[in-house]
């Protein structure tokens, strides 16, 4: 059975209870899960946690969903978007522990991150590339934006690849499981995360032009290289987050300095 947004089924019970085991989650925690399914997970989660809220889209999924984990009484069940569900009105902090359903990966990933102040940890099944894009380096062609949005306020964790043929119906690419560490603030002192992010998306925007002609936009973009000591012919891939953050602080000081 497939899932309207792209999620596939996974009974594999020890990988199951592997995404547990790397979630950390503890009966004090509040887990969140996207995508139950039929609730194999969620009863798994229901062991470990104080509550668990999981959200699922499918209502043609609810009526078994429902049923299955009939006997537990700290899991609640909302047939919600989950990229519309408000995460605000959940009391105290939470973890999120979810298989996502493959074609809204990134977008769920930033939307959680909006409530990063609410937001202890995230153990996420995903496609292998997207968890390679959220763990890349500088240097890689994997590195670009993903990297680097995720990497300001998480650390990121690629805890182990799940083959495609564990789930049913199996998908055409292997997944893997990513563990976030999430902040409040930036794991990098930045005085302006905002124009960080900016910066990067520009950048990685035009990702075969130099700094120099990808950046040019940005006010003091010249005097900014020369005080960061940053090659202007440098592509990208090439800078690492410190070496954004610096370009970043740079620019800053420049527009706002007088």
Do not use: W
């Amino acid at each position: 059975m497939k899932r309207p947004f792209g999620q596939n089924f996974l009974f594999d019970k020890n990988i199951l209870n592997k995404i547990v085991s790397c979630s950390g989650v503890t009966k004090k925690d509040t887990v969140i899960e996207i995508g139950p399914g039929l609730g194999t997970l969620t009863r798994l989660l229901a062991q470990k946690s104080k509550k668990v809220i999981a959200i699922e889209f499918d209502k043609k999924l609810i009526s078994q969903l429902t049923k299955n984990v009939s006997d537990l009484k700290n899991v609640e069940i909302v047939n919600m978007d989950a990229l519309r569900f408000p995460y605000e009105n959940i009391r105290g902090k939470f973890s999120v522990v979810a298989n996502i359903p493959y074609n809204i990966t990134t977008p769920l990933l930033f939307k959680l991150l909006e409530y990063k102040a609410k937001l202890h940890s995230m153990t996420l099944l995903m496609q292998k590339e997207v968890a390679q894009r959220i763990v890349a380096k500088s240097g890689s062609k994997e590195y670009g934006v993903l990297s680097l949005t995720t990497q300001l306020y998480t650390k990121p964790s690629l805890k182990f690849i799940v083959s495609k043929k564990s789930f049913s119906p199996p998908p055409k690419i292997d997944s893997a499981v990513v563990h976030f560490r999430v902040s409040a603030k930036p794991s990098f002192p930045v005085k302006d995360p905002a124009l960080f992010l900016n910066l990067v998306k520009t950048a990685f925007g035009q990702r075969r032009k130099t700094i120099k002609n990808s950046l040019k936009s940005f006010n003091g973009l010249t005097e900014s290289l020369d005080m960061t000591s940053i090659d202007p012919s440098s592509r990208p891939e090439e800078l690492s987050m410190q070496d954004f953050i610096r370009l970043t602080d740079a620019i800053y000081a420049i527009s706002y300095r007088g």
